[in-house]
Each structure stands twice: as C-alpha cells, then as structure tokens.
C-alpha cells in the first residue's frame, strides 16, 4: 500500500487546478440555511446570522506555501483539497462539518507556543517559527478514516513526532504522551459555549502510548496540499495517526507532556463505551450504534458516486503498528 | 358569500404555498446533491436535510390543530394532510437515500443496521407508522374504516415520540438541538392531553 519515492513534485499538483474552490461549497451551505430550513439551532444561532452580513467583509485565513520531500505516497484516489478543508470535525469552531470553515477564519496561529515537557530530561518550548524549521518537513499522503464512518486520502506535511520526542530525551518513567488542544474561549465559539462546541469539557484533550507516539508513523502535521494548516484542519499543528479514528489525530497543540499513567482522551470521558483509548481502526468491532465494517470514501464524486469500500485493520497500516498490540484483544482494548 | 370564496382561496394559496416550498427544497437538494455542490460530503447533506425536514414538516402538521382552535378558524385543518403527506414524502427520502447513497445497496448491511442499532430501528418504526397514515389519509379510506380510522391515525404521536428518539440517539455528543425538538414534542402533546390521559385511563 505504501511505497517510498524520490521525485521533486507531488502526486497532487497536476490535478490542483481541478478542484472546485472551497467557497462554492461555503455558498451552497449558506443558501441553504438562508432558506431557513435547518432545524431549531439555526434559527437560535445568532453567531450564524451575523455571519451573513460580516461573511464579505471578512479575509480568510492566510496559508503559506511550504516545501517538502515526499516521502509516503499511495495510489489511491486524493480528496480534493477544497473537501478536505471544508468538512472538518473540530467542535472548538461549531459541531456540523462546515462549522470550522465559516467560524474559524479569524483565528490567530501566530504566537504560537508547544511545549514538551513532564518526563523528559530536555523540556522544548517551539515558537510559532520553530514549528516549520526544527525537523526537515516530508510530505506523507495517509489515509483518513472518521470514526463515523467516512474516510479521506490526504497529503499532508510535517514532521515524525518521535523527532521531537527523541530531542525532548524521555526519562525511564515516560509510558504515554499527553496533548492538549489551545483552550481559549475567546477565539474558539466552541470553548465559550456549550450549544455550539457539543457539550464537550475543553481544551481538548489525547494521549498515546509511548512506543505509538514513537512509531515511525505518527506525524505531526503543519500542513496539508502544499501549504501551511488551514485554520479548520488543526491549525499551525496537529496530530495525524493514520491507523486509529480521527478524534485520535488531536488539533492546533499546544502542549505534548510525557506522563507515567494513561492520560485522559475528551471523546472516552464523554462515552466510554463507545470511544475507547486506543482507537484502533477495526472493522471486527463496530461502534455500538453503527457498523465500522465498511467506510464511504469521499472523493470528488457526488451523490452517485459509489464509494463505499471495506474498511481495513488498523486502516491498512498493519505491516507497521499491528505488532505494537500483539497479545492485547483488542476487542476489549477498542 | 364572499367570506366563503375567501376562505376557499386562503386555504388554495396556502396549499399551494406548501407544495411549492416542499417540492422546491427537494428537488434543488436533489439536484445539487448530484452535481456535487452541496459540501464535502453530499450525502451527509442530503440525509440530515431530508430527516430534519420530515421532522419540521411532522412536528408543523401537529401544530395545525392548536392554531386553528386558537384562532377559530377551522379551515386551516384542510392543509393538515397535505403537510402530513410532505413529512412522509420526506421521510420516505430520508431512508431511501440511506438505503441508495448510504449502504449503497448493501442489503445485508442495510437490513443488519435497522435490526441491530436502536436509534435506526426506531426512525424505521416511524416510518412504517408514517406509511400507513399515508395510505390511509384519502377521504375513501376514512369513511370506510369508521371508528378505526381515528385510532390508527393517533398512531402519528407515537411515530412523533420515535422519530424524537432517532434524532436523539443519532447525534454524537451536541444534545442541545435534538433537546429543542423533544421540547418542542412535549409542548405539541400538551394540546393533546386529555386525549393521550384517556388512553392510559382505558388500559
């Protein structure tokens, strides 16, 4: 599935020029909703209705254009760019899919603070710049698989998060890595209240086992399609675990924390028995209230695209992560 | 004389307006659905349009009779079926874009997911309860099942109190909107209460 490459261009950028503008799909969703015709919040949501008249006036959140080797490439189907970026879970910016797109472009990335620190030896504070010029950046096209059943074939850019790990020194009591997500009401709708952010507990919070954090394939992102993060996809960095759901792959970081004991995750704490820690992608263990069997892949194709496709163990990452949980059942551990 | 004609042309306008919003909305869904401009992912759209329409459409059909005894004015309840007939029009959308652009023709997933996940068994129960209203709702019908007729068609609030708990059990964590539409349920019932108590009374 995967193979390593040496060209100077991405797979992607014939095709850049193809994809609809992310603005058309705001549109729509907008006329939609001018219509009046989406359901009882819509009407309530003042945010929303002030968004009709300030839309114009706004500027988008600006993205920078990186360079990065690739390095993990795949043949399958990309999602285009403007879906990508216009259908995101991050319920800081509202909890339907095109929330973070209208509601996240004010956000400010820069100063930014990550901090590495708990049982290391070397604790690292990264300033906005640190984050594009500490590690060199490769480009690694995963794919995405949604615990909700819909997946994504992306090409993002960052760095392996056990560089950074490895610089930080961990001591002989780091077990797990801790991260959190900004938590700053002001600029996140989400965090101020609890209608628009989902009655979730902010900031956000994940954690992996040490030798997953230090798999060769945990990235932490910076960027996606050749340039930095936009706002709704975790900017100016995130977490990409291409063999565990989405919720795992936490956003817009601001401190990694090597710990003794299994840290806390925001989606276990609100439903155990329907997110586990580990979140391993497992078409043998359905969430309680939907199969995982199968995943609908979405492409540039529209409704009668027929994208629906097997879901493979830990997302068809096996050949590398499956020996990290070699004599775990992973029915229990889900 | 003339307040009659009014009357007449009052509830034609409305049922005209009724047809065109609902066909309109429909039909553009469709059509951008399929054109793929309706987000990153249209069938999400189309599910979460058709669904909270049937919803709305549902909960406006019940909201019918309590305007018309608040204003007096009981023509109103000559447009009740037609909205009624709109929200299984809706519903019947709803699962039928499940069934094409969901599982996309996966029967044995199809039929699993209705069997073993509480919140589609119910959303399926309602429209089944939704279905037969519909074939049921013509004048012919209600005259020849006599007494039957009222007791079936009260079937509509418990395929409300389904319909309530699928959108309840289907979010993830955001309960805010689906509480505002049991809210709005409750409320709806209270016009009912003496009807509902009744029953209780009898069994």
């Known amino acids: 599935m995967i193979k ?3 060209r100077k261009s991405s797979p992607w950028q014939l095709t850049e020029n193809q994809v609809t503008d992310e603005t058309v799909y705001v549109n729509r969703r907008q006329a939609l909703k ?7 919040t819509a009407l309530l949501s003042t945010h929303t209705q002030a968004d009709w008249f300030t839309k114009t006036a706004t500027t988008p959140f600006a993205r920078q254009a990186l360079t990065a080797s690739p390095t993990i ?10 879906k990508v970026i216009s259908h995101n879970n991050f319920y800081e910016f509202g909890t339907a899919k095109n929330d973070p797109v209208e509601n996240a472009q004010q956000f400010k990335v820069n100063p930014w603070q990550l901090s590495i620190s708990g049982q290391v030896d070397n604790p690292i504070t990264l300033d906005y710049e640190d984050l594009y010029k500490s590690f060199p950046l490769e480009e690694r096209i995963y794919r995405l698989r949604c615990v909700e059943a819909w997946s994504m074939v992306i090409p993002w850019i960052g760095f392996p998060l056990a560089d950074l790990i490895k610089k930080a020194q961990p001591n002989s ?3 797990y890595v801790a991260f959190e997500t900004l938590y700053d009401p002001k600029q996140m709708p989400g965090q101020s209240s609890r209608r628009i952010g989902g009655g979730i507990d902010y900031p956000y919070v994940e ?3 040490l030798d997953e954090a230090m798999n060769p394939l945990t990235l932490l992102s910076v960027g996606l399609y050749g340039k930095t993060l936009p706002a709704q996809n975790g900017a100016p960095i995130r977490l990409v675990v291409p063999w565990k759901y989405g919720f795992k792959s936490i956003k817009s970081i601001v401190s990694i924390k090597l710990v003794e004991r299994i840290p806390p995750t925001t989606w276990n704490i609100l439903a155990p028995r329907e997110y586990g820690f580990y979140a391993n992608v497992n078409p043998q263990v359905d969430h309680p209230r939907w199969s995982q069997a199968s995943e609908r892949r979405i492409t540039s194709g529209g409704l009668f695209a027929r994208n629906r496709i097997e879901t493979l163990p830990f997302n068809g990452y096996g050949e590398q992560v499956a020996h990290l949980y070699k004599n775990m ?6 | 004389m003339a307040a009659k004609v009014n009357n007449a042309h009052l509830v034609f306008a409305l049922k005209l307006t009724i047809h065109f ?6 039909v553009t869904l469709y059509i951008e659905a399929a054109n793929d401009q309706l987000g990153a992912d249209p069938v999400e759209a189309v599910l979460h349009f058709t669904g909270i329409g049937a919803f709305n459409l549902l909960l406006l059909s019940l909201l019918v009779s309590p305007l018309a005894q608040q204003f007096k004015w009981s023509h109103l309840l000559k447009v009740r079926r037609l909205i009624g007939l709109y929200s299984f029009t809706y519903a019947l959308c709803h699962l039928l874009s499940f069934l094409a652009f969901e599982v996309q023709f996966d029967w044995g997933l199809f039929i699993n997911e209705i069997i073993e996940r509480p919140y589609i068994s119910v959303g399926m129960l309602a429209v089944v ?3 037969l209203l519909t074939i049921t709702s013509f004048s012919m019908m209600k005259k020849k099942m006599g007494r039957n007729w009222q007791t079936l068609h009260n079937g509509v609030y418990v395929a409300l109190c389904f319909v309530a708990l699928h959108f309840y059990w289907s979010v993830k964590s955001d309960v805010i909107e689906p509480s505002i539409y049991i809210a709005m349920c409750v409320f709806l019932l209270y016009f009912r209460r003496r009807k509902i108590r009744r029953w209780f009374h009898r069994s």
């Open chain 1, 4 to 6: 390593n490459i040496t």
């Open chain 2, 129 to 131: 309860i939704l279905f």
């Open chain 2, 21 to 26: 919003i609902s066909l309109f909305l429909l």
């Open chain 1, 34 to 40: 001018k219509m009046g015709f989406v359901g009882a």
């Open chain 1, 329 to 334: 059942d992973l029915r229990k551990h889900y």
């Open chain 1, 207 to 209: 954690g992996l086992r």
């Open chain 1, 173 to 175: 009591k780091a077990k």
């Open chain 1, 73 to 82: 490439t795949t043949d399958e189907a990309l999602t285009p760019e403007a």
